[in-house]
């Protein structure tokens, strides 16, 4: 029984056995003003690296915030560039649709083609058209009603130029015809070769007139020496 007391007692007083309860004395003090000092610092210490991490953030988001405000500004931009091609593009088509677009040159080319066709019959059938429209004039009875007597009168005095000089236009009009006939069978290579020959006497009068006025340089030079 004393061995079991002698026992607790010597269990209470040894004091490493819990962390609550050490009798150390001085070594007691010395210890807990240590350990309130080491707390202290290692506060301080985090809280400094918590402010000097807090500020590298805010100065790495306000460089991102202006990364992507540049990347927004170039991509603004490449889309203002991108709009101005196309309006310079429009500005261009509605220029020259007339002789780049196939479609243009398709609708002009059928309408010369009707005015071709128009113009051929019109040549046919000319001496039936001024016999027809002189005839009229003439004096030939024509029956108008009686509510357009009024403009007959004011539309045959008004064309009566027109239809006698109308022969002369319509050969004016033969002749135009036989001369883009005879233009078309007169192929691309002739033309080039008539262009090539014309060049070249061209370029033999050039070399000649440089000849005569290098002559003419000389002379003037060796006059000069012999009369200073």
Same mark, same amino acid.
């Given at each position: 029984?004393?061995?079991i007391?002698?026992? +607790?007692?010597?269990?209470?007083s040894n004091?490493?056995?819990?962390d609550?309860?050490?009798?150390? %004395?001085?070594?007691?003090? &010395? $210890?807990s003003?240590?350990?309130k000092?080491?707390?202290?610092?290692?506060l301080?210490?985090?809280?400094?690296?918590?402010?000097?991490s807090?500020?590298?953030?805010?100065?790495?988001?306000?460089s991102?915030?202006?990364?992507?405000t540049?990347?927004?500004?170039?991509?603004?931009t490449?889309?203002?560039?991108?709009?101005?091609c196309?309006?310079? *593009?429009?500005?261009?088509?509605?220029m020259?649709?007339?002789i780049?677009?196939?479609?243009?040159?398709?609708?002009?080319?059928?309408?010369?083609?009707? $005015?071709?066709?128009h113009?051929t019959? /019109? &040549?046919e059938?000319?001496?039936?058209i =001024?016999?027809?429209?002189?005839?009229?004039?003439? %004096?030939d *009875? =024509?029956e /108008?009603?009686?509510? *357009?007597? %009024?403009?007959?009168?004011?539309?045959?005095?008004?064309?009566?130029k %027109? &239809?006698a000089?109308?022969s002369? !236009?319509l !050969? !004016?009009?033969?002749?135009f015809s036989?001369?883009f006939?005879? +233009?078309r069978?007169?192929t691309?290579e002739?033309r080039?070769?008539?262009?090539e !020959?014309k060049? +070249?006497? $061209?370029?033999s009068?050039?070399?000649?007139?440089k000849?005569m006025?290098?002559?003419?340089?000389?002379?003037?030079?060796?006059?000069?020496?012999?009369?200073?």
């Amino acid at each position: 029984m004393a061995e079991i007391v002698s026992k +607790a007692e010597s269990a209470e007083s040894n004091p490493w056995l819990t962390d609550s309860h050490i009798q150390l %004395g001085s070594l007691q003090r &010395i $210890l807990s003003i240590v350990e309130k000092h080491e707390h202290g610092s290692l506060l301080h210490k985090e809280n400094e690296e918590s402010s000097v991490s807090q500020q590298f953030q805010t100065d790495n988001w306000i460089s991102s915030k202006l990364l992507k405000t540049l990347s927004k500004i170039d991509t603004l931009t490449e889309a203002l560039d991108s709009v101005d091609c196309e309006m310079c *593009y429009i500005e261009k088509d509605k220029m020259t649709r007339d002789i780049t677009r196939i479609d243009h040159l398709v609708s002009k080319v059928e309408l010369l083609e009707d $005015l071709t066709a128009h113009l051929t019959s /019109v &040549i046919e059938k000319q001496e039936r058209i =001024l016999s027809v429209l002189q005839e009229s004039v003439i %004096g030939d *009875y =024509l029956e /108008v009603n009686a509510k *357009y007597h %009024g403009d007959v009168v004011h539309f045959f005095p008004a064309i009566a130029k %027109g &239809i006698a000089s109308l022969s002369e !236009n319509l !050969n !004016n009009i033969g002749w135009f015809s036989e001369f883009f006939a005879s +233009a078309r069978e007169a192929t691309l290579e002739n033309r080039l070769a008539k262009i090539e !020959n014309k060049a +070249a006497y $061209l370029q033999s009068k050039f070399v000649l007139l440089k000849r005569m006025r290098d002559a003419f340089s000389e002379l003037h030079e060796e006059q000069l020496q012999k009369y200073p």
